[in-house]
């Protein structure tokens, strides 16, 4: 229903926006885009209010999903009277009271907060969601509002009953939102846990082609591509025409018959990282957990190496 609303009203936006005639009086600087926000749910436009952008003369050269909310890229830099033309377009278009933003693109902050409670009270391991709507329904919620991503979920060690939970705010440069939470306190399952700042955390990086973890798929030095689910030396998108547990044999007894193509593969995966029985990419994996480590993951890696070489000591080929 929005995506409707916003493609209708793209259409009568631009060709009611780039009909207006230039005007000496008003001057435009350049802008790559305007972003509005509306409380986690798309705005929406109809013929009747899209118009209103004529009287800023603002130009709306395409409308992306963004930042949780709508981005306008325009040909030029909004000025303070366009942005408040905006405003008054999207308050007429909402429900009344329902609060929303509209502002120039700006940053994240990152923030973590700490000795949060790993387990919930019935024991059970604390889930995006369930902290995501705790964080949102806090006495910041303010701030929690404008959550860009889920919040992370960082185990203080194997066996801690605690965690630190980093969350990325959509923000100001001047971080105004994620200041109003620094240095305050939050409960959380009945815990008092400190609010401070943390450093851009981006993770390690996952080669699509050998699906090891360390360093992108430009970069990758491998012979040749795997497969994350089976590691056979083809695409992932080839798996069901070349890894033998899918392809089926009609030469066995009894036939083996292939997978049907609108089913996913059933068959146990290989990963090429821990060698369980699962994909390289799936969220299951140890790796996976610890994809925001990187110390760990290396020093995985040089565990399985001394492993293999002590193994090729022991058992030499002949």
Known sequence: MHGVAIATAKENMLARLQSSPASAAVRLIDLE????????????????????????????????????????????????????????????????????????????????????????????????????KALRTSVHTEVFAYLSTKPRIDRNSAHSTSCTVYCNIWDSQQGTHAKKALGQPIFLAGWSCAIRPAARHTGVPLCQRCWKWGHPTVACKAKQLSCPICSGPHKQKEHRQHAGCCKGNTKAKPPVLPTPRDQPCPHKGRCVNCHKDHAANSASCKFWAHRYDREWIMAEYRQVCELAARRQLTNPRT
């Not at 926000?37 to 800023?56: F, V």
């Open 33 to 132: 885009a305007t972003i509005i926000r509306s409380n986690g749910r798309m705005a929406s436009y109809t013929p009747a209010n899209a118009g209103e952008l004529g009287r800023s003369m603002l130009k709306v050269t395409s409308i992306v999903h963004a930042y949780d909310g709508l981005l306008l890229v325009t040909p030029a830099v909004a000025s303070p009277s366009d942005l408040d033309v905006l405003r008054n377009l999207i308050r007429e278009s909402l429900p009344t009271g329902t609060p929303f933003e509209v502002a120039l693109p700006s940053s994240t902050s990152f923030i973590k907060i700490l000795d949060v409670p790993y387990f919930d009270p019935k024991g059970l391991k604390i889930t995006q969601e369930a902290l995501e």
